[in-house]
């Protein structure tokens, strides 16, 4: 009986069905879509978020927490009161917000803000478990600036190429033949 016990204690911890042992959490934030998808032995969640607006940047790769503080005041942007701080990367942080209503589209200066409860929630997990962070995707502004970028190119190429050659089904003479003469009469070569 005694042996029996043993090899169900082995069994357990090589298959992770210990109660003592918890896996880490898994957080994927997609930028794109400005979401967080959570899982971890308490559940599964997805949450908005609100990753960098334009003109900042939200670092993109796998990252694991580097320390956590409950209460954390920016001393970079007059104070501002992060709670329940992830930080993953340098001044980088995963936290609380009280601008629920920008969750979903880009506004923050590079952190991934969650709302008050999910940021307390996820905080805990972290705490208990660790946790894996992969970031991933384009945020929409990002995205619409490349295409306003792009599309303006692309209008000012066109610009370039037709606006200097505007007259080219016109005769090549370099006559002093004004446009509205040789409209007139275009067939006529003087």
């Given at each position: ?88 990367h340098g001044g980088y942080a995963i936290h ?95």
């Open positions: 009986m005694r042996y029996l016990g043993l090899m169900l204690v082995i069994l357990c911890g090589l298959f992770g069905l210990s109660r003592g042992a918890s896996a880490e959490v898994t957080i994927q934030i997609d930028l794109t879509h400005q979401r967080m998808y959570v899982s971890a032995d308490g559940g599964d969640y997805n949450w908005p978020i609100s990753s960098a607006r334009s003109g900042y940047v939200t670092p993109r790769g796998y990252y694991r927490p580097q320390r956590l503080e409950a209460m954390h005041y920016s001393q970079k942007y007059d104070n501002s009161p992060m709670p329940h701080s992830i930080f993953f609380g917000t009280g601008s629920v209503a920008q969750l979903g589209r880009p506004a923050s200066h590079g952190c991934i803000r969650l709302s008050r409860a999910n940021a307390a929630t996820l905080y805990a997990l972290v705490q208990e478990e660790g946790a894996r962070i992969s970031i991933s995707g384009t945020p929409p502004a990002s995205r619409l600036a490349y295409r306003h970028h792009h599309h303006r190119t692309m209008v000012a190429s066109w610009h370039h190429h037709h606006h200097n050659h505007a007259l080219a089904y016109a005769p090549q003479h370099h006559h002093n033949r004004s446009l509205k003469a040789w409209m007139r009469e275009p067939n006529q070569l003087w």
